[in-house]
């Protein structure tokens, strides 16, 4: 059974209090004098910290080693050099995700052994120019979804794809990639079993894989590492755990799924995650909605987004690519970037949170942190009616904090980019003071003190 990030409880309460005297004017061996002393010494000091956060720093869970950048809706998005260092460089993402045409809008597949470069295009130039300011970005080829149009007439019949023709068209585009210096790292077959006609059941999936086995033998190219089932949310007609029971699981190296905010389906997110074994768990199209005529809150929808990802980094989660990424010069985008950049080679660690940790509530105080080496990124969502002054954080473990605390927080009142500010971090470096507003989204950058 896999094993589920668990959110530690501390002996320690909730608040607890620092640098409290620790002397008595009643002690009959304190002498007058030194009465006196610890008198004028206690009128100096700084102010008791409540502590509301304890992050614990040796409760760890995944690696989160894939931070992908999906093309599969806009391909011409990193067409040029100043576009692509954005993504790449600047923001740090490590890989593309990348569209296998053949639908009816990009037909770029009409017979066996045939490809229609033009179709592949727009997509061609913006993956070349990606590699020329990365080259070892890592590339995930996915099946573009278009409705029931998705697959070409020659790969199907009337109940759905037909896994030997199948195999022959993605052999045929994993060719074509490779002629065109482009190595295919990730596969995906499937994209939205409910939204498409191919019917990928787990045994046409299976029979498919065996077949572009073949092919990769024969026809002498390597078969890229298989990522499945990426269907509209997890657990839908118990595909993963028959593709497992059918001892058909070689034929799935990765676990990916689609996650809306609208819905977050956890109980059935760890019903799949049970099935798959040590198999690593990718957030392939996670959602941050962008603002709409029926929802305009940015910070409601920016707050719905980061509790979707952390419902599957709770879980394990090791790699994620948005849907819908940009470098608009708008608040989503800011704060699609605070949530996302540090978290590559980072690992989830467990904090206590005031209002509690769990994350299926909304509009209260959501939080997590993230540690990388020893850094570590606080995250607070704060959608309440309860603006929270002088919150106390700590690290457990008598670990300090140094001095140099800065947190960037975005309000109504701040421009795009947020208000930058320093914690308040106590005489001992014990624990950091924020201020934390109603309707604000904190992070905050910690180092542990060597």
Not at 116 to 129: A, H, R
Request: net charge negative.
């Amino acid at each position: 059974m896999r094993k589920v990030l668990a959110r530690s409880v501390f002996v320690l309460p909730l608040f607890f209090l620092i640098n409290c005297s620790s002397g008595s004017q009643d002690d009959p061996q304190i002498t007058e004098e030194e009465q006196q002393e610890e008198q004028n010494g206690n009128q100096n000091e700084e102010p008791t910290i409540e502590i509301s956060s304890i992050i614990n720093t040796s409760d760890q869970g995944k690696l989160i080693d894939a931070f992908f950048f999906d093309l599969k809706g806009w391909p011409d998005r990193t067409n040029t050099v100043e576009k692509a260092t954005a993504y790449f460089v600047n923001d740090g993402m490590n890989g593309i995700r990348i569209s296998i045409y053949g639908d009816i809008q990009r037909p770029a597949h009409p017979g066996p052994g045939v490809v229609v470069e033009s179709q592949y295009e727009p997509m061609l130039t913006s993956i070349t120019t990606a590699l020329s300011v990365k080259p070892d970005l890592k590339i995930f080829a996915s099946k573009k979804l278009r409705s029931t149009n998705s697959f070409p007439d020659w790969v199907k019949d009337g109940t759905g794809i037909i896994p030997k023709q199948y195999a022959i068209m993605l052999a045929d585009f994993i060719e074509f990639m490779n002629g065109k210096g482009i190595t295919i790292d990730y596969l995906g077959i499937d994209n939205e079993f409910v939204y498409n006609e191919g019917n990928i059941t787990p045994e046409k999936y299976h029979e498919t894989i065996f077949e572009l086995r073949v092919l990769a033998s024969t026809r002498g190219f390597d078969l890229p590492i298989l990522v499945g089932y990426e269907d509209f949310g997890p657990n839908k007609r118990n595909w993963v755990q028959i593709l497992m029971e059918s001892g058909w699981g070689n034929d799935m190296d990765i676990y990916g799924t689609h996650y809306y905010p609208q819905f977050r389906p956890k109980d059935k997110l760890i019903t799949d995650l049970n099935s798959i074994g040590n198999r690593p768990f990718w957030a392939t199209e996670p959602h941050w909605d962008q603002v709409k005529t029926e929802n305009p809150d940015v910070f409601l929808n920016a707050e719905a987004a980061m509790v979707t990802l952390w419902d599957q980094t709770d879980l394990g989660m090791t790699g994620f690519m948005w849907w819908n990424y940009n470098l608009e010069d708008e608040l989503r985008t800011r704060l699609m970037q605070a949530a996302s950049t540090p978290l590559l080679y980072s690992r989830p660690i467990s904090m206590t949170d005031i209002d509690g940790e769990d994350l299926t509530e909304l509009g209260k105080l959501q939080s997590r942190a993230f540690i990388k080496a020893n850094q570590i990124t606080v995250y607070f969502v704060n959608m309440s009616d309860t603006s929270y002054t002088d919150y106390g954080i700590a690290l457990s473990d008598h670990q300090k904090i140094a001095d140099n605390v800065v947190y960037t927080q975005w309000r109504e009142t701040t421009t795009i980019d947020g208000q930058q500010l320093s914690g308040t971090v106590t005489s001992d470096n014990a624990a950091v003071q924020v201020n934390l507003p109603k309707r604000s989204i904190t992070k905050i950058d910690l180092t542990i003190q060597d």
